[in-house]
């Protein structure tokens, strides 16, 4: 083995010592909308995506939520402790096609229109947060905004009051 190829592969196994992965195969439902309620957890906080998922009505959410859990299960197995909020986060979310079952389905004039029933394999990959930040912060507050506006005001009315004395 060469010398560069070792040296990525021992990077590689640094990396997996302080991540978990959890996987579900074959899901029955369109990847399309397993994507959907995918998109909504990654790069979320652990908690933070739990919440999301459980208040979530969509299908697929009980699924990724059942998902999650085995992949804090897996993380915890491996790193020996307990999750605790704030320390770990979705890093890796990766919806991707699995089989399709093919179905007739009777048309007019003898024909057949086909019927795709599509599933799904999904792999989700938990970090830790150590000098990672999440992919989306927050947004200010709107009362800073709102503050910073009577103060301007508050100056324009000082200034006129000034100009007509």
Known sequence: MGVRKRESAERRKEIMKTTAIASLKNVPTSPRKMRMVADLIRG???????????????????RLEK???????NWEAKSGDKIEEGQVFVKTIMV????MAKRLRPAPQGRGYRIRKRSNHVT?????????????AEAPAPEAKKKASKKESGKKESKETKSEE
């Open 124 to 136: 989700m990959i938990l970090d830790r947060m150590e000098g990672v930040a999440p992919v989306q």
């Open 44 to 62: 979320k906080e652990v908690m933070k995506a739990l919440n999301i998922l459980h208040y979530n009505e969509k299908a697929p959410a009980a």
């Open 96 to 99: 991707d096609g699995a089989r």
């Open 67 to 73: 998902l999650l859990h085995s992949a804090i299960a």
